[in-house]
């Protein structure tokens, strides 16, 4: 019962810190699961030639702070 209860409260800190994140992104929201794979998908089809690259997909947030 003690893990589920520290499970329950990461939880709850972990959705308020996407929250104000989500706040401070220019797209007013954080990514999700589909924002990283359509991102590796369309290296996949699109981009052959891109190769080592590092792509950060935060919806503006590093531009900001």
Known sequence: ???QRQMC???SNYEG???RRAKYTPLKRVATANDVGEVAVNLAENNKFVTGEIIT???????TT
């Open 9 to 11: 409260i990461r939880d």
């Open 57 to 63: 997909i935060d919806g503006g947030f590093t531009s």
């Open 17 to 19: 810190l996407m929250s």
């Open 1 to 3: 019962i003690r893990r």
